[in-house]
């Protein structure tokens, strides 16, 4: 965390693992308001060497910026292709303030 920002990492939830046609899905999800908290929440997933080291770790975000009226939103496939952007829009339909992370494991549970 940069330690020049007085911004706290937010509370991680880990949901169940999801298996579908022989891979398993481990969801993380986060509350989400500004950028530097998206940074701050995968860095502290990808210190968790189960999540580092899976498959893929598919994530996307979108934070509504009041100030601008408008959102703030990105994704990641991370070789699943086009899976970010799936997730992105559901996103887009459903979550103004949220990050969701997607690792592929070959595990059950973290």
Excluded at 41 to 56: D, F, Q, R
């Amino acid at each position: 965390m940069d330690q020049a920002n007085d911004e706290e990492i937010p509370p991680i939830k880990n949901g169940n693992p999801i298996t579908d046609r022989r891979s398993t899905f481990q969801p993380h999800l986060a509350p989400v308001v500004t950028p530097s908290q998206v940074k701050m929440v995968l860095e502290k997933l990808y210190e968790n060497k189960k999540i580092a080291s899976a498959t893929h770790n598919i994530y996307a975000y979108r934070i509504f910026c009041e100030d601008k009226h408008s959102f703030l939103q990105d994704c990641e496939d991370d070789g699943e292709t086009a899976a970010g952007g799936r997730l992105l829009h559901l996103l887009q339909v459903i979550i103004r303030r949220v990050i969701v992370c997607f690792s592929r494991v070959p595990w059950v549970k973290l």
